[in-house]
């Protein structure tokens, strides 16, 4: 059924054949031991149904396509073969064969009905193509744009069947290019007025499943029961953007796998089409796996900080099957008590905008970077008994945080937290200075209280958010903080961030995309504030070859990074690397001037060479940096730095 004019082909020539049964002369020979009787042609002709000559072009063409010249002795097969070659140029949509006696043997006269001049090609069920089709390079090429390109050059000559269907194909190819694996041209209608209709299979979605897989990658059981899954499934279909009524098309679909995948609660996401109940449309089945959503573990140790501790940590990423992720960690120290308990919505139910939604309570306490006691510190500007250690922050609090996409790569999130900071010594003494008497804290008491709410905004114009070769990111982020409890204070914090890629060719250990990477970021804080909220530089994420903090803190802050990533082979790329960070000379602005104090320099130079090996994790970052002063150091992250 690919095409009525194919199928009226074969028709009119069986119809055509009886008409040698018109009255002919008596048989002259018998040829090739046929039994079938046999004519001597003395004239051939080609005409149209009122008996005239045809066009010159087309005259010429049915001729060359005749296997029969004057003078041939034919039997009825062979005249059925010179019939069907007619038919074979493409160009007539009725051909009979009619023998005429003459005195001096058979006149044979075709008459062939040609195909009229194509005029317009009209589309049925074309949804995508009549809204055009964006290709690789994002230019929409309209209905009419793509019809005249293929089958322009055949407007108002002759139908010709054979230049048809290659055009018909080079459709369908073109379909199949842009990502539409399923669209066909189901069938070709022609009027008599020129107007070729096709009618076009794109591939409809009728319907969109879910099933689950067991371990053999099976959806049924030995009883032939459908595999239950835990996670609810409009968990996964409001992750896909192709929906019942759009048509498939390959890289929407792979973009929703990947999607559904990145949610992180499936080992393995596949698809799979069966027909719909209408034929011309496909269901599509979403497969899926899932994983190990879902750990407990208990610790136990002695430390210098804690003394004799236990620990207990839990963490579940699908609650409920909702993709909602919970987790709870407590450490029980002799001297102290830390936990974090977090619950994150990745996607509000019930809300168009994907809103997410995140809460945290928390007891933390950790290093301060600020105040930490690199060689170039003075003797006795530590804490403690010796005056030689760190001092640590403790922080208590709670937050809570929404971001939403807002389309085209932009995203925005808000966010208000309150926490409590106590500055103390390794053993849990609050210490309101350091063993010089700098401030560690805004009250001088070395306790305070913070309320802090934050906006981010973000524009992402990467080709690849896991390993960009062209595009930019945008980050600019604003916290407005009042510091209450004693002397009171309101400072923003304003910080932006941005990075860009150019795609290169330099080395070639291996094909694979290469690009340059740069990046520069900045900040600075209007207002007092606290001292172990100034910006510190140096570390994995800062300024490698550096330990974390050591280049200084300051009001304000610069950095820029450059890299070039490359290839080594299929799991490993390699990177090249150089940074610099500064503080702007504003080190001495910050309250107690830490970093001066302990006689950071306030900016620095790194460079070096990493690895980034693929791992389910993603990206694993190895990094080995040289700072300027001549100090080495290996980090390791997850992703790239920017």
Avoid: H
Avoid at 473 to 490: K, N
Wanted: with cysteine; aromatic share 10%; charged share 20%.
């Amino acid at each position: 059924m690919r095409s009525i004019l194919w199928l009226s082909q074969l028709s009119i020539v069986l119809w055509a054949i009886p008409c040698l049964a018109s009255p002919m002369p008596q048989p002259v020979a018998q040829t090739n031991g046929s039994s079938e009787p046999t004519l001597q042609v003395v004239e051939v002709l080609v005409v149209d149904p009122e008996g005239k000559s045809l066009p010159p072009d087309l005259e010429k063409t049915a001729y060359d396509a005749l296997p029969i010249r004057p003078g041939a002795i034919v039997n009825r097969s062979e005249v059925e073969a010179a019939t069907n070659a007619l038919f074979a140029t493409g160009f007539f949509v009725n051909v009979q064969a009619q023998p005429e006696n003459t005195p001096l043997g058979i006149r044979l006269r075709f008459i062939a009905q040609s195909n009229p001049p194509l005029k317009a090609i009209v589309t049925e069920n074309s949804q995508v193509l009549d809204q055009g089709i964006k290709d690789s390079k994002g230019q929409v090429e309209t209905k009419d744009q793509v019809i005249q390109r293929l089958f322009g050059e055949q407007f108002n000559k002759t139908i010709n069947l054979l230049t048809l269907q290659e055009s018909v194909k080079a459709l369908e190819k073109f379909y199949q290019d842009n990502g539409y694996v399923l669209a066909q041209v189901a069938d070709i209608q022609s009027s008599p007025d020129g107007t070729v209709t096709l009618v076009i299979a794109e591939g409809v979605i009728e319907n969109i499943k879910v099933s689950f897989l067991n371990e053999e990658g099976k959806t049924e059981d030995k009883d032939g029961k459908p595999i239950p899954g835990r996670t609810r499934e409009f968990i996964i279909t409001r992750e896909l953007t192709t929906k019942p009524g759009t048509v498939l098309n390959r890289d929407t679909i792979q973009s929703d796998l990947q999607r559904v995948f990145g949610l992180g609660i499936f080992e393995d996401v596949n698809v799979s089409l069966n027909p719909g109940e209408d034929t011309k449309q496909v269901v599509v089945t979403i497969n899926v796996k899932e994983r190990s959503t879902g750990s407990i573990s208990l610790a136990a140790g002695l430390s210098s900080a804690s003394g004799l501790f236990g620990g207990f940590s839990f963490q579940q990423t699908n609650l409920g099957g909702n993709n909602q992720k919970v987790g709870f960690d407590v450490q029980v120290g002799e001297r102290e008590l830390l936990f974090d308990l977090n619950f994150t919505d990745p996607w509000l139910a019930g809300d168009p905008f994907k809103t997410s939604f995140t809460a945290n309570v928390f007891s933390r306490r950790l290093f301060s970077y600020i105040f930490d006691t690199p060689p170039t510190a003075p003797a006795g500007i530590g804490v403690g008994e010796s005056k030689e250690e760190t001092p640590r922050e403790n922080r208590l609090g709670a937050g809570i945080s929404f971001s939403r996409p807002l389309g085209n790569g932009n995203s925005a999130s808000l966010g208000l937290r309150f926490e409590q900071v106590r500055i103390s010594d390794v053993s849990g003494g609050t210490v309101a200075t350091d063993g010089l008497g700098n401030p560690l804290s805004f009250s001088g008491n070395g306790e305070d209280s913070l309320a802090v709410a934050q906006f981010a905004y973000a524009t992402d114009r990467r080709n690849d958010p896991l390993q960009p070769t062209t595009g930019s990111l945008f980050r600019v982020a604003t916290e407005q903080a009042f510091v209450f409890g004693g002397d009171s204070s309101l400072f923003n914090r304003l910080r932006a961030n941005y990075s860009f890629y150019v795609p290169v060719q330099l080395l070639n250990f291996t094909p694979g995309p290469q690009a340059l990477a740069f990046n520069i970021q900045g900040g600075t804080i209007l207002g007092d504030f606290p001292p172990y909220e100034a910006f510190r530089i140096g570390g994995t994420n800062s300024v490698r070859g550096y330990d974390e903090g050591r280049i200084g803190s300051g009001k304000s802050f610069a950095i820029l990074s450059a890299e070039y990533r490359f290839p080594i082979f299929s799991i490993l790329n390699g990177v090249f690397f150089a940074d610099y960070g500064t503080d702007l000379g504003t080190g001495n602005q910050v309250l107690g001037s830490p970093a001066v104090a302990r006689g950071k320099p306030g900016s620095g130079l790194g460079y070096g060479a990493g690895v980034r090996i693929r791992s389910p994790l993603g990206s694993i970052r190895v990094d080995y940096g040289i700072a300027e002063d001549g100090n080495t150091q290996f980090s390791f992250g997850i992703g790239e730095k920017f």
